[in-house]
Structure formats: C-alpha cells, structure tokens
C-alpha cells in the first residue's frame, strides 16, 4: 500500500466533496429563491387587489341596481300622489317616498365610497404589476446566475473527477477497496497527514509514544491514527 498515492486520492475526493457539496449550496441559489417567493408573494398581492376590486365593482353594480328600482319606484309613487284625495293616503305616500329618497342618498354616498376605493385599488394594482414585471425579470436573471454557477462547478468537479481517475491507476484494487471503506465509515476521510503532531483526520493528539511507535513500523506497513483508526501518511 502506497500511502503517498492514497493521500493524493483522498485530496481529490475531498475537493470532489466539497465541490459538490459548494454546488448543492450556492449562494445563487438563494438569491434565486428569495426572488421566486418576492414574485409569489407580489403575485398572491395582485391576486388579493383583483379580489378586492371584484368585491367592490360587484358592490357598485348591485347599488346602481337598486337606485335604478328606486327611481322607478319615485316615479310611480309620484304619479299615484296625483291622484290622491285623503291626506291620510297622501301623507303615507309622502312619508314612503321619504324613506326611498334616504335609502337613494345613502347609496348614492356608498358609491362614492367605493369609486374611492376602487380608486386606491386600482393604483396599488398598476404598482403591483409594475413590481411584478420587475420582479419576474430579476428571477429570470437569478435563475441565469444559477445555471451559469452550476455549470462552472460541474466543470470544477468534472476536472477533478478525471484527476483522480488518473489518481487511482497505480493503486492496488484491494487497496482501494480498503480504502473507500474506511471513507464511508470515518465521515469522508480515509487518510490524513500528522501535522505538528495532530492526526489531521480526527484532530486529536497523537502522543510522543505513540509516535515513536508509528516511526518504528516497517515501511511496508502504513500507520493508523490510535484514536481513530485512519491511514496516516507518515
Ligand atoms: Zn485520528
């Protein structure tokens, strides 16, 4: 078992992890996703103000209605007054016409209100549309930095996947196979460099004694770290 060789392998499997892992988290990602939900939000907004001013057109329908039977009404009542003898009817008559006129004046001031409305609505509308216009293109631009980050990376990663095909021709395949088994048990990494006395794969100690035991294996035989049992590059 070459250790030196493993190590190099481990390197680009490390870099081909973290290239991938950088490419399920760009950053372009989630500039893209806060600009779908800004759209989906402006959108739920229009959908809300278009609800609105159904609500309020359908209002002012039913009051024109009303005041169109009330006019009808004032003029069959006025025609009835005419000939009226009894002050008693007259007065009744007089006092439904009343009644009719408020219900007219009161919706004819509802109205108003609700052309008010209908007013306020339809410029928060326009607005609306205008930040959703705006809105729509900046998605489309978040989605172009998307694809262009992701085929960037994929190059990265594909660069270092054919390094390390290269990598592992001169490795044994039950060496490998050793390997990426201890790979999948110990969180990725194989093989790990001693630096200042430190296994570089589970960042413990590795004790002057323990040391010395590492230096006096045959050259043939590659260390293991003593607290977590990874290859070491002596
Ligand atoms: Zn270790």
């Given at each position: 078992m070459d250790p030196r060789a493993l190590f190099e392998v481990q390197r680009l499997d490390t870099a081909i992890d973290q290239a991938r892992h950088a490419l399920a988290h760009l950053p372009e990602l989630a500039v893209e996703k806060s600009a779908a939900e800004k759209l989906g939000a402006l959108r739920a907004r229009i959908g809300d103000?278009?609800?609105?001013?159904?609500?309020?057109?359908?209002?002012?329908?039913?009051?024109?209605?009303?005041?169109?039977?009330?006019?009808?009404?004032?003029?069959?009542?006025?025609?009835?007054?005419?000939?009226?003898?009894?002050?008693?009817?007259?007065?009744?008559?007089?006092?439904?016409?009343?009644?009719?006129?408020?219900?007219?004046?009161?919706?004819?001031?509802?109205?108003?209100?609700?052309?008010?409305?209908?007013?306020?609505?339809?410029?928060?509308?326009?607005?609306?549309?205008?930040?959703?216009?705006?809105?729509?293109?900046?998605?489309?631009?978040?989605?172009?930095?998307?694809?262009?980050?992701?085929?960037?990376?994929?190059?990265?990663?594909?660069?270092?996947?054919?390094?390390?095909?290269?990598?592992?021709?001169?490795?044994?395949?039950?060496?490998?196979?050793?390997?990426?088994?201890l790979r999948s048990t110990h969180t990725g990494v194989a093989i790990a460099e001693i630096k200042h006395g430190v296994c570089g794969g589970c960042h413990m100690d590795i004790s002057a004694s323990e040391m010395d035991a590492i230096k006096r294996l045959p050259v043939d035989q590659v260390a293991e770290c003593p607290n977590c049992t990874r290859l070491l590059v002596r």
């Open positions: 103000l278009m609800r609105e001013q159904g609500t309020l057109e359908s209002e002012l329908a039913s009051i024109e209605k009303r005041d169109a039977e009330i006019a009808n009404h004032l003029a069959r009542l006025e025609k009835q007054m005419k000939t009226v003898i009894a002050p008693r009817e007259a007065e009744a008559l007089q006092h439904e016409m009343r009644v009719l006129v408020i219900e007219r004046e009161s919706g004819d001031e509802r109205g108003l209100e609700i052309l008010d409305s209908a007013a306020t609505t339809a410029e928060a509308l326009d607005e609306a549309r205008r930040l959703e216009a705006e809105s729509a293109e900046a998605l489309a631009l978040a989605s172009v930095g998307v694809r262009g980050a992701e085929e960037a990376a994929r190059v990265v990663i594909d660069g270092l996947v054919v390094e390390r095909e290269a990598a592992t021709r001169s490795i044994d395949a039950s060496d490998l196979q050793a390997y990426e088994r």
